[in-house]
């Protein structure tokens, strides 16, 4: 919980989206935070036995309208989550996310 705090997350506990962790200091972007479960909540997260095998980060690109800068900060904050926990990024495909699928990302998103 503290390394999703530092990094800018806060649990949500709004009934439309709790137990996902939102980016407090830009909610525009709408970078939100999930656990890789059915649910993808991490409504138990502060239970002892909590174990979560890997966290999805993500933004709705109809919600931004900036979707290059959004891109730009989720990069910025996975990196600094890779950093403190210690964590391995993925693509959609579950591929090692490489610098090579970033440029391709990058390349289809632009702020108009």
Known sequence: IQSFRNAGFELDANAESAGYFLYRDLPEAKLTLADMTFSG??????????KSAAVMCYFDTRGCSKPRGCYEL???KIDE???NLDL?????????????????????????
């Open 41 to 50: 909540s991490f409504a138990d997260i502060r239970k002892d036995n909590f």
């Open 74 to 76: 989720m990069l910025k």
């Open 81 to 83: 989550l890779v950093r």
């Open 88 to 112: 391995k990024v993925y693509d959609k495909d579950l591929q090692l996310l490489t610098l090579q699928h970033v440029q391709y990302i990058r390349n289809k998103l632009h702020d108009d």
